[in-house]
T-cell receptor, first 107, second 113 residues
Framework: GQSLEQPSEVTAVEGAIVQINCTYQ??????LSWYQQHDGGAPTFLSY????GLEETGRFSSFLSRSDSYGYLLLQELQMKDSASYFC????????FGTGTKLQVIP | NAGVTQTPKFQVLKTGQSMTLQCAQD?????MSWYRQDPGMGLRLIHYSVGAGITDQGEVPNGYNVSRSTTEDFPLRLLSAAPSQTSVYFC????????????FGQGTRLTVV
């Protein structure tokens, strides 16, 4: 089976940098995805790591270490609109989501 | 380009009633899936399909049925609604079996009383 762990809540200041970690235990692994979900909305795709290393997309970056079964999402230049829940998801035959990290950005 | 369309957006059922949640996508995606999301929890996979005529169970399949007769449509049927099925349901689709970028519908908020 699949098991993913994320911190439940993170608070950060507007303009700062925040890192959201994800550790996983899986029976197989193709890659790690990240999704953002605002309250009352649907999840939207942010990034995917199929290989070790850093993927950068604008203010968001995602990192994967297969040997450590670990990844993180890095958000830079935080904006108030980044307040949302962030989910990591493991891809292996099907997609399994973590329980999510609620990010609160404060002025 | 509509993406993934779910209907209805809201639904109230009485215990024991049955209903079908509709999901349609116009992106010619092979992979489609249904998730439920409960407060404070992540998305839990109910059923998924890797193509027309092929479906499989996820983490929490009990009480739900699916079928995939066309590439576009992937309906979720609640056989006999129970209060434990009160949740927000999301349908998602992605290209091939990669699941790398899944597109989600806007969700169905279901209450069973």
């Amino acid at each position: 089976g699949q098991s993913l762990e994320q911190p439940s809540e993170v608070t950060a200041v507007e303009g700062a940098i925040v890192q959201i970690n994800c550790t996983y235990q899986t029976s197989g692994f193709y890659g790690l995805s990240w999704y953002q979900q605002h309250d009352g909305g649907a999840p939207t795709f942010l990034s995917y790591n199929g290989l070790d290393g850093l993927e950068e997309t604008g203010r968001f970056s995602s990192f994967l270490s297969r040997s450590d079964s670990y990844g993180y999402l890095l958000l830079q230049e935080l904006q108030m609109k980044d307040s949302a829940s962030y989910f990591c998801a493991v891809l292996y035959q099907k997609v399994t989501f973590g329980t999510g990290t609620k990010l609160q950005v404060i002025p | 380009n509509a993406g993934v369309t779910q209907t209805p957006k809201f639904q109230v059922l009485k215990t024991g009633q049955s209903m079908t949640l509709q999901c349609a996508q116009d992106m010619n995606h092979e992979y489609m899936s249904w998730y439920r999301q409960d407060p404070g929890m992540g998305l839990r996979l109910i059923h998924y399909s890797v193509g027309a005529g092929i479906t499989d169970q996820g983490e929490v399949p009990n009480g739900y049925n699916v079928s995939r007769s066309t590439t576009e449509d992937f309906p979720l049927r609640l056989l006999s609604a129970a209060p434990s099925q009160t949740s927000v349901y999301f349908c998602a689709s992605s290209y091939g079996g990669s699941g790398m970028e899944a597109f989600f519908g806007q969700g169905t908020r279901l209450t069973v009383v």
